[in-house]
Structures are given as C-alpha cells and as structure tokens.
C-alpha cells in the first residue's frame, strides 16, 4: 500500500512564505510525475504545478514567478514553495503521484490535503 502524507500548511500573511512537503511512504518500486493541486471552497480541484522524473516542471500560470517546485527521488518527497502569497491562494492544496508500486500496479495517488490560508 502506498500513502502520501503532506505537511507545511498554516496562516500566513500576504506577502509571506510557506513551504509544503509531501512525502510517499509503502510498497513503492517507482514514482513518475509528481505534482501539487488546490481546491478553493465551492470550486473544482486546479494544478498548481508538477514535475517529471527528471525535473522538467509546468506551472499554474496564476502562480508562474512566485511558486516553485522541486522534488528529492531519493526521499520519495515533493516540495512547493510559496512566495510573495496572496490572499486567492487560500485553498487546500493536495499532493499527487504517479506511482509504480513493488506489485508493478501502476496508480495515480493523492495526499490528504493541507490547508493555507493567507489572511491578514
């Protein structure tokens, strides 16, 4: 069984910084694409960002030039920071994974969801 578990959410102030992590813990032979999605209440889940295997990464274009993305294959861990935040960026963000589990079953996995929220 494969499960991905996200941290780093909180309250912050506009202009602040926050930095998710999402770590993929179980029966894991391989992770493929990675990414981080968000949900705003009453709306429907949007990317935010994702990042190949080997590092080639995309970008929201509402979040271009203030978040990034990055991942450490050896942790099995995908991070985003957040800068210069905004309060449109309150959302529950999720962590996504393509994962090829040690059954060779191939699946797409999601976090639970943390919560930012950036209020003054």
């Known amino acids: 069984q494969v499960q991905l578990v996200e941290s780093g959410g909180g309250l912050v102030q506009p202009g602040g910084s926050l930095r998710l992590s999402c770590a993929a813990s179980g029966s894991i032979f391989s992770i493929y694409g990675m990414g981080w999605y968000r949900q705003l209440p009453g709306k429907q889940r949007e990317l935010v960002a994702t990042?190949?295997?080997?590092?080639?990464?995309n970008y929201a274009d509402a979040v271009k030039g203030r978040f990034t993305i990055s991942r450490d294959n050896a942790k099995n861990t995908v991070y985003l920071q957040m800068n210069s935040l905004k309060p449109e960026d309150t959302a529950v963000y999720y962590c996504?994974?393509?994962?090829?589990?040690?059954?060779?079953?191939?699946?797409?996995?999601w976090g639970q969801g943390t919560q930012v929220t950036v209020s003054s």
């Open positions: 996504n994974a393509d994962i090829l589990a040690k059954t060779l079953l191939r699946g797409n996995c």
């Open positions: 990042i190949t295997s080997g590092g080639r990464t």
